[in-house]
């Protein structure tokens, strides 16, 4: 039972892994034992994670990726499958957002976050499945949020988007359950990335997002990979076509109200 979580003679692909929860998942699957093909729109940034890795004394590539172009994604993944002639998993992370009311959104920045976003994923999704399901295995790990649960002001396009990729997880899980292909996503609270450093910078909206979970605090990426390894590894057998949400307890905590003497 021990080495369920190990994922030694695998080849995992991680999309994102230039930067934040990319790198941090990268950087967990080399250590558990899998070859990682690192892949990233961003070649410097990519190359030095798996440079990092390799100075480790684990086994890492690079290669840029990206997953608005289906072509690039799909030399991307055939490119990771080259060197075993497999590939046991893919993780993909990239997201975008602007943060605006409803009624100031563009079409362009309507357009913008869905294509990277839904169509992104969905380049993913379907480039992944295609080699996996001819292989007859395989663990797609997609990444979603809490919010495709629940949202706020300004969040609407990326609260859309996170909960499309809930349903495109589902439903390829329910297309290729029996081709021996598992598809799942990881739904993350709030996160310290590149992509949440506007919040940091504001310190009063930082500390309310950190004061509605319930452990107070902000996750870094590297908890992140935990819930992602899982998911890739064979402790995971079971799992496919669901969300596993690694918030800290925001969507358990309903208000931080602390009733008098509990």
């Known amino acids: 039972m021990k080495n369920l979580f190990s994922l030694e003679g695998k080849t995992v692909a991680v ?7 990319g790198r941090s998942v990268a950087q967990g699957a080399a250590q558990h034992g899998a070859f990682v093909c690192c892949l990233d729109v961003n070649a410097d940034a990519v190359a030095e994670t798996a440079a ?29 499958s080259s060197k075993h002639h497999r590939l046991d998993g893919v993780v993909c992370t990239p997201a ?15 357009a913008r976050v869905v294509n ?9 999704l379907q480039a ?19 919010r495709s649960i629940t949202t706020e002001p300004g969040q609407s396009v990326y609260s859309m988007t996170k909960a499309g990729i809930v349903q495109l997880v589902k439903t390829a ?15 993350p609270g709030v996160i310290e990335t590149p992509l949440t450093a506007p919040i940091k910078q504001n310190a009063e909206w930082y500390n309310a997002y950190a004061m509605k979970n319930p452990m107070n605090r902000w996750a870094q990426s590297s908890e992140m990979a935990g819930p992602a390894i899982f998911l890739l590894s064979d402790a995971a057998s079971y799992v496919t076509g669901t ?20």
Not at 52 to 80: F, K, N, P, Y
């Open 15 to 21: 999309i994102g892994a230039g930067s934040g929860i």
């Open 173 to 187: 899980a329910t297309e290729w359950g029996t081709k021996g292909v598992r598809v799942n996503a990881v739904g």
């Open 52 to 80: 990092g890795i390799t100075s480790l004394g684990c086994q890492a590539s690079s290669m840029r990726c990206d997953i608005t172009d289906i072509t690039s994604v799909r030399d991307g993944l055939v490119e990771a």
């Open 243 to 262: 969300i596993l949400f690694a918030d800290g307890g925001w969507l358990a905590a309903d208000g931080r109200f602390q009733p008098p003497g509990m």
């Open 116 to 124: 990277v976003n839904l169509q992104g994923n969905f380049n993913v």
């Open 128 to 146: 992944a499945g295609q080699l996996m399901t001819q292989q007859g295995s395989g663990s797609i790990v997609l990444f979603s949020s809490i």
């Open 96 to 110: 975008i957002n602007v943060r605006k009311p409803i009624l100031h959104y563009t079409s362009d920045e309507f």
